[in-house]
Each structure stands twice: as C-alpha cells, then as structure tokens.
C-alpha cells in the first residue's frame, strides 16, 4: 500500500531536517516527519516551491513546518542555517539529504558542471552533517540520497554517477567515525521514478512515459517519492537502531536485473 505510513511514536516532536525539501522525495520525507508530530526544517533553494509546500502542509500534518531557503553548496549558508535553526529548536535527531542534481554529460563535461554537482551532491552533504553533529545526540540517524547509478552504469552519467557513488563511500566513513557517537548513517538509494516527480528523461535514455521506464523495475508499478520517504522514515527510527553504514535499494528490483534480463522484462512480464 503506497498511501500507509507506519508510525514511530518516538519521532513525537523531534526536529528533523530534509533538504532538497521543496520537492520530489525531499518534500515526501519532509510531509511523512511532518505527519510523525516531527518539527521539520525545509530547506531548499526554491523559495517559492518550499513555501507553496509549506503552505500545502500546513493544515494536513501535526508537527511544526519551517522552511529556510538556502544553497546547501554554500558552507556559510550551511552554518547560518544550522546556528539559527538549533538556537531557536535545540538539538537535531534526524538529517537527510535530498539536494540533488540531474548533469547529462560524459567525455566532454565542462569542469564548471563537474564542480557545481560535486559542490551540490557531494560537498553540501558533508558539511551540513559536519555543521549538525554537534547539535545530535546518541540515538540520532542521518540518511543520504544517493541513487541506483552509484552502481549502475548509464549512458552520459559520468558527473551524475560519479557523485552518487561518492556518496556511497563517504556515508561508510561517516558512519564508522560517528558510531562512537551513538549516531548512524545510512543510505537510500531510489531507482527509476514515475511522472510527475521523478527522473525526467535525457537524451540517451529514451522515449519518455511509463512504457520506457517499464524495463527498469521487476515490479508491477512504477515508484514514487512516498516510497523512498517510507525507507528513510524507517533507517532514521528506533526500528532500525542496529542499522549503520548500509544502503538501502528502493528501486522495484531494478538492480537484481541483468543486461539480458532488461532486455527480456517487458516480453516475459507476467507470463509465469
């Protein structure tokens, strides 16, 4: 069931902090802390998305909403964030990173695209759970976005894939260095996701709509953002205190499909 949440009472007025907030799966991680009783910090560069988001929210979840608008690759926004937010809440339980940026480029990307998607990806996730951890007690849990291209290769992806699997490798360090802490950090990794918030096609990966992305997933239905929010809900609760350093796939199977097995999903689909 897509639209069931499972509940966490010990999420009950926690603060949590999404970025990449203001939509896709960042807003649907941000509306399922929200519908936990979680005061939820949004932040995102889109002012007028996260507002309307906001806005939207206001009166369908039970915990407190406070968009700020930053650009997460900016380390003294990142810091002016962080102070502001934890003077006025006090200490963060849950961070996640959902910034995220879409570069179709291969042997002749620019470096400014190199460098604005690590910048993006990457770095802002580093500093911003730099900038939180002094601010998390034992108990606390941060979760990265990441994406099946960490581990998949793509046409033209050599920026996108190449920053996703930094992440992989930088939440594994994190996680060691921050177990003493009593702070764990996992991994979310999504696949292909359905119109109208997910992956927009590019040129290299075909025709858009629900016919081409079918190959991508050995599950009946295509995924969607609400998905993924459930899996962080769960990596950030008590549920999974024993899970750190570990990715989670949320991808409908995509990622147990061989080359030939993609070419014969959509033939073979229902027919055993």
């Given at each position: ?12 007025d ?8 203001a ?14 009783g ?9 002012r ?23 650009d997460?690759?900016?380390p003294?926004a ?5 102070g ?12 996640v ?7 179709a480029a ?7 695209q190199?460098?604005r ?13 730099g ?8 108990g ?9 291209a ?10 996108h ?9 930088m ?14 950090v996992?991994?979310v ?6 119109a ?12 858009a709509?629900?016919?081409?992305w079918?190959v ?37 199977g995509?990622s ?10 959509s ?6």
């Amino acid at each position: 069931m897509v639209n069931s949440i499972q509940r966490y009472p010990e999420m009950q007025d926690q603060v949590a902090v999404v970025t990449g907030a203001a939509s896709g799966i960042g807003a649907a991680v941000a509306r399922d802390f929200a519908a936990q009783g979680c005061h939820v910090a949004l932040l995102d560069a889109d002012r007028p998305a996260l507002f309307r988001l906001v806005d939207a929210l206001a009166d369908e979840v039970e915990g407190a909403l406070r968009p700020i608008e930053v650009d997460v690759s900016d380390p003294d926004a990142v810091r002016s964030a962080v102070g502001d937010l934890t003077a006025g809440w006090g200490a963060i339980s849950y961070l996640v990173n959902c910034t995220a940026g879409l570069v179709a480029a291969g042997a002749h990307a620019a470096n400014e695209q190199w460098d604005r998607a690590l910048a993006v990806n990457v770095r802002s996730a580093a500093m911003l759970l730099g900038e939180c951890v002094p601010h998390m007690m034992p108990g606390s849990a941060a979760v990265h976005t990441a994406s099946i291209a960490a581990r998949e290769a793509q046409p033209l992806r050599w920026i996108h894939d190449a920053a996703k699997g930094a992440i992989f490798a930088m939440t594994r360090c994190q996680a060691f260095d921050l177990a003493p802490r009593g702070i764990r950090v996992n991994l979310v990794s999504p696949g292909w996701m359905g119109a109208p918030e997910g992956v927009r096609p590019v040129p290299g990966d075909g025709d858009a709509g629900e016919s081409a992305w079918g190959v991508h997933r050995i599950l009946p239905r295509a995924g969607q953002p609400c998905d993924v929010a459930r899996a962080v809900l769960f990596l950030c609760s008590e549920d999974a205190s024993f899970i750190s350093g570990t990715e989670m796939m949320v991808d409908g199977g995509y990622s147990v499909l061989s080359a030939a097995s993609l070419r014969e999903t959509s033939r073979v689909a229902g027919a055993v």
